[in-house]
């Protein structure tokens, strides 16, 4: 192999590991491969996840945007905050061990330091954008002066800016919009390193060639850096800091040049409850037609029936969804995926680990969200039956677990797979299921 085929080789690779994104425990990723196209969820699979993060790849094509959804950071209630959250995509435990609270009448400094939140000194959430950590560090600092009485009614408007559905789909719209001279000026890139050059290479060898197609990539990486600083000054205005790093990367590196729209938006709605955006996502897509879409246990199909006790961690299922069913598929896979989330909320791991105040802060905000969350699905014109049983085709199904849903032949204490977790007894199946 020549050293130019080399070359071509080294970016792929870069241009593949640019595409797989490492995200913090709990997180999750929406991809949309076209412009305009539907949103995809992301979760990594089991094998891919571990307690200190997880590896969600997106695919490796031109045009392409990825959006990362942390969980929320911490757990806030009248008492004070804490560290654990009851939030998760799947079954995989948390860190219960390494969680920590404090109450406000006992916080004695909130400070912002590298777009992280301390309190006291020690790191309480840290976050992809400035601006979100600094949001956050006012809110702890609204709830650390307020009397008593006030915080339930401060936390109640936190969850609301968290959760406005209108301002979600108005900052996703504005980062489509944003990102769109990116995306082709990164696909325009993406077809000189990856089509034009290897071909050019293949009749036409020699150094000179090899050079003008060197200065054609840095050309192109550059007009995206240039792009970039611009879409990114609109979007997020004064967070300079992590602007200017992101452009000179990517004129160093031209495959990041090719994903610098993901750059963009990566962290773009980082400041916003992931439930709320995956629901704005399944309305956006195709909106939800009456009730049945959701309620109608549709989405929930295939984790139950083809999965069956086999590592529902690995959201096998709602992969499935995404790559079987098309376009059509993804507001499936996405309502799945909040299905999945709203499940976990409410039978959380790892509670009876934390630390007695923890434990209060995590259930009275596990409580809130799902109380509210309820409501907001009730709203939009949609059961929130994401925590009925589940639906199976396995006639010797005679219990299920209720956070993740495998179905159990017998009674079992506990899920194999959420420790902790008590099955619930299935219905008898019917006998028309009986009979065919
Ligand atoms: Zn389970």
Redesign the pocket.
């Known amino acids: 192999m020549s050293e130019a085929h080399s070359l071509c080789l080294l970016l792929a690779v870069l241009y593949v590991a640019d595409c797989l994104w490492w995200l913090p425990p709990g997180a999750a990723a929406v991809e949309q491969l076209r412009p305009g196209g539907t949103w995809r969820p992301r979760l990594a699979p089991a094998w891919a996840s571990n307690p200190r993060g997880r590896l969600v790849a997106l695919a490796p094509l031109p045009l392409g945007l990825g959006i990362q959804l942390p969980p929320p950071p911490l757990s806030l209630s009248p008492t004070g905050c804490s560290t654990a959250t009851g939030f998760a995509w799947t079954?995989a435990p948390s860190r219960p061990g390494e969680a920590w609270a404090v109450r406000w009448e006992d916080v004695e400094s909130i400070e912002v330091h590298d777009r992280a939140v301390h309190v006291d000194g020690r790191r309480l959430a840290a976050f992809g954008r400035a601006d979100t950590a600094r949001e956050l560090a006012a809110t702890l600092e609204d709830l650390r002066q307020a009397p008593p009485r006030e915080r339930e009614s401060l936390l109640r408007e936190t969850w609301h800016r968290g959760s406005d559905l209108q301002a979600i789909g108005s900052h996703l719209d504005d980062l489509e919009r944003l990102a769109l001279p990116l995306r082709w000026m990164g696909a325009a890139l993406y077809g000189w390193m990856f089509l034009l050059a290897p071909v050019i290479l293949v009749f036409v060898g020699g150094w000179p060639v090899l050079v003008a197609l060197a200065v054609g990539c840095v050309a192109l990486a550059v007009a995206a850096a240039v792009l970039f600083v611009r879409a990114h000054r609109a979007a997020f205005g004064d967070e300079s800091w992590t602007r200017r790093e992101s452009a000179a990367v990517m004129c160093l590196s031209w495959p990041r040049a090719a994903r610098g729209a993901d750059l963009l938006t990566r962290h773009g709605l980082e400041a916003f409850h992931p439930f709320a955006v995956l629901l704005v996502l399944s309305e956006g897509n195709t909106a939800f037609e009456g009730n049945t879409a959701f309620g109608g246990n549709a989405a929930f199909e295939g984790n139950t029936a083809s999965e069956g006790n086999t590592a529902?961690e690995g959201n096998a299922a709602s992969e499935d969804n995404t790559a079987s069913a098309g376009t059509d598929g993804a507001p499936e896979a996405a309502r799945a995926t909040l299905a999945q989330a709203l499940r976990a909320a409410a039978f959380p791991l790892g509670l009876d680990d934390l630390d007695p105040l923890s434990r209060e802060v995590t259930a009275w905000q596990t409580a809130f969200d799902l109380r509210a969350f309820g409501r907001l699905l009730t709203e939009a014109g949609l059961e929130p039956d994401a925590l009925a049983p589940a639906v199976t085709i396995d006639p010797l199904a005679r219990a299920y677990?209720p956070?993740?849903l495998?179905d159990y032949s017998e009674m079992h204490p506990e899920?194999a797979?959420?420790i902790g977790?008590s099955l619930k007894p299935l219905p008898l199946p019917s006998p028309k299921a009986e009979s065919s």
Request: hydrophobic share 40%; with cysteine; charged share 10%.
């Open positions: 079954a529902f677990c956070r993740c495998a899920c797979h959420c977790i």
